[in-house]
């Protein structure tokens, strides 16, 4: 019986051989720049505007991504590239935060699990440090951001970050990293992910004991409600760690949220909604969302039964066409990929700035789940 890969085959490498023939250009002329989203058709500069910006990671690992699909220089060139520019970064030690596992360990880590470049995986170790010093050992959670009244916040996006300490840990031969790790995964089972798998954005926790003291809505629509991409984050991070620890829960909870996501963008064909909980109009989207999921979700597919696997990795092909067809941009002269990003449910005129555009890791992710669909097995995270 064909599987359903096989099924896809011919649209899986159409649209691989669409990414790589614009993001070949991409890669050369942005090759300076660490982008978050476009300005005009061009990709903006965040090693010019904010070093220590979270997203700053996903350019250089999106060229490790592309180079592990076509071996092509060009790719290699521009990962190395932002792999200089991000040194910048680590002199900024009191404006960085949890969000070290997504800027390095998608560029040097991924860079040293390619090369064995040394001074990469220094780097890697570096920041998995810093990462593993925020845990609040009485509060039980990893620390998200700074400034004294976040002092208690951990968020779902940092099940991301988990695995620079997963890796740490393998690398040094050296079990506190995962064990950190671990700990905060089963604090984000107990206080980020909802029995019928959605989630809340924040938790702002007790400093000195184990304790919720609120639950804050963050990026999403409100306290009850559920924040799409920060279901994504939950499905594929819960998944990761599963893979780096083979703990069953995890890969329980993964399932869980990826069943809700799946259920939740059934009613709008594929395309996900900024948050499953928000009043029907007016509609915002999240092309982000969707592609991390679908990411997500394709592990999830390597560790259940046959028959689930095919029917998890229909599902995410679905967002990934439903995406294609109607997020992608393939205009060469233009440098996003994914459009119709959106940063948060917008409550107010400003947010709105942030509604229906490129983001870089929107890319980032629709190139990572096709690589996945192409067979290559190396998982960046
Ligand atoms: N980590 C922040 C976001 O997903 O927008």
Redesign the pocket.
């Known amino acids: 019986m064909e599987n359903v890969i096989f099924q896809n085959k011919e649209w899986i490498d159409a649209t691989w051989e669409r990414v790589d023939k614009k993001l070949r250009k991409v890669a050369v002329r942005s090759r300076d720049k660490l982008p978050y989203t476009t300005i005009d058709g061009n990709h903006d500069n965040k090693a010019e505007t904010n070093i220590t910006w979270?997203t700053n990671g996903f350019w250089g690992g999106m060229m490790w991504l592309m180079y592990q699909g076509t071996r092509n220089e060009e790719y290699r060139k521009t990962a190395r590239r932002s792999e200089e520019i991000l040194d910048e970064a680590f002199k900024k030690y009191k404006n960085l935060h949890h969000?070290v596992g997504f800027m390095w360990h998608l560029v040097s880590g991924a860079n040293y699990r390619i090369t064995g470049n040394q001074e990469s995986c220094v780097r890697n170790l570096y920041a998995a440090s810093l990462l593993f010093s925020r845990y609040n050992i009485d509060g039980d959670y990893i620390r998200a951001w700074n400034g004294e009244e976040q002092a208690g916040y951990s968020i779902i996006?940092c099940l991301m970050n988990l695995p620079l300490l997963y890796w740490a840990s393998d690398e040094i031969g050296d079990d506190r990293f995962r064990k950190i790790a671990m700990r905060h995964m089963d604090m984000a089972m107990r206080d980020h992910i909802r029995p019928d798998g959605s989630i809340n954005h924040i938790v702002d926790h007790e400093l000195d004991k184990v304790g919720v003291k609120q639950v804050i809505a963050g990026?999403g629509y409100g306290t009850d409600s559920c924040w799409s991409?920060g279901l994504a984050?939950a499905v594929y991070g819960a998944v990761i760690s599963y893979i780096h620890t083979g703990k069953t829960e995890y890969l329980e909870t993964a399932k869980k949220s990826a069943d809700y996501f799946i259920g939740h963008c059934k009613k709008t064909d594929y395309l996900p909604l900024v948050d499953f909980g928000a009043p029907e109009a007016p509609v915002y989207y999240d092309s982000t969302a969707g592609v991390c999921a679908a990411c997500g979700i394709l592990e999830i597919a390597k560790y259940v039964s046959e028959e689930e696997g095919e029917e998890y990795t229909r599902e995410a092909i679905r967002l990934l066409k439903a995406c294609d067809e109607h997020f992608c941009n393939y205009d060469d002269k233009q440098d996003a990929l994914v459009m119709m990003g959106t940063?948060r449910y917008p409550h107010n005129e400003k947010a709105m700035k942030g509604v229906h555009i490129p983001i870089i890791y929107g890319d980032f992710f629709f190139v990572e789940a096709l690589l996945k669909l192409k067979g290559n097995d190396f998982l960046i995270w």
């Open positions: 979270w969000d996006d990026q991409r984050w940063e």
